[in-house]
């Protein structure tokens, strides 16, 4: 006997939410109580200090337009107009699977999922992948109850809600994000 018709959407429906709540996984890290250390990727990049005299200066180098421009070694976001005027700039907290610098597009949004560790996070904004792990910005809605004792490869660039509301208003599907050193 066949499958009724709506047994059938609701199995599709559920492979389709699996498929997203993995890439979610993917895509999402804890929010760290102490400071990010990474180890080794090809795409990692060791961790330098920006400007002392202003480390929340657009940094010549980021391009011109409008942009998200995200400095791997400043752990920094900033929010460029097409003036080339900063709109907002802020510190986020990476995962430890890094993008290459370079120019990328907004691939894909999500409202509201649920991040590797079980973290709840909305606004994820996600604009390449490497060796198969998503990255993209998120915001944590709350603490992780529970960690892995397994270290789980994380792409996802925390940002506080405040700052996740302004970059899911920013960053359009199609939106230029380029990664800086």
């Known amino acids: 006997m066949a499958p009724s018709n ?3 959407v609701t199995a599709l429906t559920t492979a389709a939410l699996a498929t997203v709540g993995f890439l979610a996984y993917q895509a999402s890290a804890a929010v760290p ?11 990692t990049t060791s961790k330098a200090p920006r400007s002392r005299q202003n480390p929340t200066a657009l ?7 409008t942009r998200v421009v995200y400095s791997l070694n400043g752990n920094r976001v900033w929010l460029v107009n097409p003036g080339n005027k900063v709109t907002r700039t802020f510190e986020v907290t990476p ?11 907004v691939t894909s949004r999500s409202g509201a999922v649920t991040g590797t ?13 490497v060796d198969g792990v998503a ?5 944590a809605v709350k603490k992780a109850a529970t ?14 809600r405040a ?3 302004a970059m899911w208003s920013f960053a359009t599907i199609g939106a230029r994000v380029v990664v800086i050193r």
């Open 95 to 105: 995962g430890n699977v890094h993008p290459t610098p370079g120019d990328y597009a």
């Open 147 to 160: 960690s892995s004792a397994t270290p789980v490869r994380t792409g996802g660039i925390r940002e506080s």
């Open 6 to 8: 709506a047994a059938f």
């Open 135 to 139: 990255i993209g910005f998120s915001a």
């Open 163 to 165: 700052d996740g509301d």
């Open 59 to 65: 940094p010549p180098s980021s391009g011109t337009g």
């Open 33 to 43: 109580t102490e400071a990010h250390t990474s180890n080794s990727s090809s795409a």
């Open 117 to 129: 560790d079980g973290t709840p996070v909305e606004h994820v904004v996600r604009f390449t992948s």
